[in-house]
């Protein structure tokens, strides 16, 4: 008996895997989406607007073009500038505790507006902590309101790390096809490395919908895990730093964040919830019925950053993956037959032994007896990230 519901459920599970066609009947222009937090604490205020698509598509569809502006109950407006395609933002915008604004949006030639909102409390954060476990590091975010007002919290954030090379160029060797660049192994004469290549940057941003409330605690303080690092992973072998984003929201501005993460995290699984509904506090004053996703709160965005050195995490282990393939004589034709793989990154070539020379010059390259190669990403770091270095970087 055992046996015949194991193939029965079995087969229910294979025959059910079908793709999943939306009830929602979305219109050709797609249903307008506004993200964002009106920032009242004198910093960047930012409004992304785009349009819904087909889950089918797997694209996000910008909306360029649109007015958006905060307006006051007063009748004062503040225009947004649209700094990149679909982002909208003002600088130190002049907010009232006391007074209550909305979002002014015309987009495609239809108006749409949010409900009047108040400013919500929103409390510093305490701290952004992180702690060593067996399998990797957590990074959480610690902050409590003293005045008891605050009890819906939201965050995000952007990692910053700094990558290196295993080897880093400083002149090319080309090829028919591709320059190849390539560096010499030579510890004792720094000065031949270009460390243009050899530093670099890269950055990421948080992917999920980080929420926490205090509305069942005794006493108004959280603390959340907000990040979660494998052990030897990149991100921590030399230098890594976050920055996260703390915003205080209301209970209605909580229970619709509730929904957007449900219908992200669920979404995609004929065994999960079906999407729920999203209708937040904006809508088109021509068409009460549009839909129009996104909920528009107000408060001071609070932030605080946090520094990690490799030096602090003893065992970390990092391993790039990079090594030296094979020795190769100094023959531009060799050097092309062997060294060039079509299905591959571009080798770099790197020359490991040299004749009589004077130390204060560069050696000439018809003085290199041979090279080894490597993977392009292991000689130039510009292949994994950005050779900018942050402003904030120390």
Request: hydrophobic share 35%.
């Amino acid at each position: 008996m055992k046996k015949i519901f194991i193939i029965i459920f079995a087969f229910i599970f294979l025959t059910c895997r079908e793709a999943y066609i939306s009830p929602v009947n979305t219109p050709n222009l797609g249903y307008l989406v506004v993200e964002g937090v009106i920032n009242s604490g004198g910093g960047n205020t930012k409004i992304a607007l785009s349009r819904t698509t087909k889950l089918s598509d797997g694209t996000r569809a910008v909306e360029t073009g649109a007015t958006v502006m905060v307006q006051d109950e007063n009748g004062n407006a503040y225009t947004l500038v649209e700094v990149a395609r679909g982002d909208y933002e003002i600088n130190n915008l002049n907010v009232d505790p006391n007074q209550k604004y909305r979002l002014r949006i015309v987009a495609n030639d239809r108006e749409y507006l949010s409900d009047f909102v108040g400013v919500n409390s929103n409390p510093a954060i305490d701290s952004v902590a992180w702690s060593r476990t067996s399998d990797g590091l957590h990074v959480s975010v610690n902050t409590h309101d003293p005045q008891q007002i605050a009890k819906y919290f939201m965050w995000d954030y952007i990692e910053t790390w700094e990558i290196h090379s295993d080897w880093a160029p400083n002149c090319k060797f080309d090829t028919p096809n591709d320059p190849y660049w390539v560096t010499y192994i030579d510890q004792v004469k720094p000065y031949l490395r270009d460390s243009s290549k050899y530093q670099c940057w890269r950055s990421d941003t948080s992917r999920q919908i980080l929420l926490g409330s205090t509305i069942k605690y005794a006493v108004d303080t959280i603390s959340e895990n907000l990040i979660d690092i494998a052990s030897g992973a990149e991100p921590l072998s030399v230098l890594y730093s976050v920055n996260v984003r703390q915003f205080a929201f209301t209970k209605d501005a909580y229970e619709f964040m509730e929904k957007m993460k449900k219908n992200s995290e669920q979404l995609g699984s004929v065994f999960d919830a079906q999407p729920t509904e999203l209708q937040g506090n904006i809508h088109s004053p021509s068409n009460p019925s549009e839909i129009v996703i996104g909920y528009v709160s107000i408060c001071a965005i609070q932030e605080k950053r946090l520094f990690i050195h490799n030096e602090e995490l003893p065992g970390w282990n990092y391993n790039s993956g990079c090594f030296l393939i094979q020795a190769v004589p100094n023959d531009r034709d060799y050097a092309v037959k062997n060294l060039y793989y079509p299905d591959r990154v571009t080798p770099f070539i790197l020359p490991v032994e040299y004749r009589d020379r004077n130390p204060s010059d560069p050696p000439p390259s018809g003085y290199i007896i041979n090279y080894v190669a490597s993977d392009a990403k292991c000689v130039d770091c510009s292949l994994r990230g950005t050779r900018v270095k942050p402003a904030f970087w120390p």
